[in-house]
T-cell receptor
Framework: GAVVSQHPSRVICKSGTSVKIECRSL??????MFWYRQFPKQSLMLMATSNEGSKATYEQGVEKDKFLINHASLTLSTLTVTSAHPEDSSFYIC????????????FGPGTRLTVL | TQLLEQSPQFLSIQEGENLTVYCNSSSVFSSLQWYRQEPGEGPVLLVT?????EVKKLKRLTFQFGDARKDSSLHITAAQPGDTGLYLC?????????FGQGTRLTINP
């Protein structure tokens, strides 16, 4: 149980285009989902926290207009990287916190974004 | 300033050797978690330690939470190439999980 999926696993896009990444909790309801960014050889950096049905809370230094987060249901959150640029290339990972086990986050497998 | 300091940041050893990685802080935590992340994948939770002085074993991995609940260690016995990965410690902060910088471990056959 407690499986989180991400789609796509890899995406390559041209500079200036927008890319949407989906994060789904497959067998549990997630009231809260988190989006992380990870650069090569570095740890995970929290970008934002999204609660179902409300606006996401962004960490300091993360542009909310560039990284649009939508958490429309208890099993799906999406991250849209708008007008992507090469510096946005990174590994994006989501996690989901269950409605019951609120102290545990279950991580997705990540999405590798490459912006040309 | 990093809330959680992990050391070493990089470690490369031969198969069969033992190793210990550390996670330190000046703050006291109610619990601490250890994760392993393999290349191209998300982190996977290994263990949560809660009680000061607690020791948990997971096959060849031994996790210890410091008596003062400010630090933790992960000891691997007879390391194998499958242990290669990024080891992260994390603590549950104000409604979010905070990670250390990670220890990138490579076990050479």
């Amino acid at each position: 149980g407690a499986v989180v999926s991400q789609h796509p696993s890899r995406v390559i896009c041209k500079s200036g285009t927008s890319v949407k990444i989906e994060c789904r909790s497959l067998d549990f309801q997630a009231t809260t989902m988190f989006w992380y960014r990870q650069f090569p050889k570095q740890s995970l950096m929290l970008m934002a926290t999204s609660n179902e049905g409300s606006k996401a809370t962004y960490e300091q230094g993360v542009e909310k207009d560039k990284f649009l987060i939508n958490h429309a249901s208890l099993t799906l959150s999406t991250l849209t990287v708008t007008s992507a640029h090469p510096e946005d290339s990174s590994f994006y990972i989501c996690s989901a916190e269950g409605a019951v086990l609120t102290d545990t986050q279950y991580f997705g497998p990540g999405t590798r974004l490459t912006v040309l | 300033t990093q809330l959680l300091e992990q050391s070493p940041q990089f470690l490369s050893i031969q198969e069969g050797e033992n190793l210990t990685v550390y996670c330190n802080s000046s703050s006291v935590f109610s619990s601490l978690q250890w994760y392993r992340q393999e290349p191209g994948e998300g982190p996977v939770l290994l263990v949560t330690v809660v009680t000061g002085g607690e020791v948990k074993k997971l096959k060849r991995l031994t996790f210890q939470f410091g008596d003062a609940r400010k630090d933790s260690s992960l000891h691997i016995t007879a390391a194998q190439p499958g242990d290669t990965g990024l080891y992260l410690c994390g603590i549950q902060g104000a409604q979010k999980l905070v990670f250390g910088q990670g220890t990138r471990l490579t076990i050479n056959p």
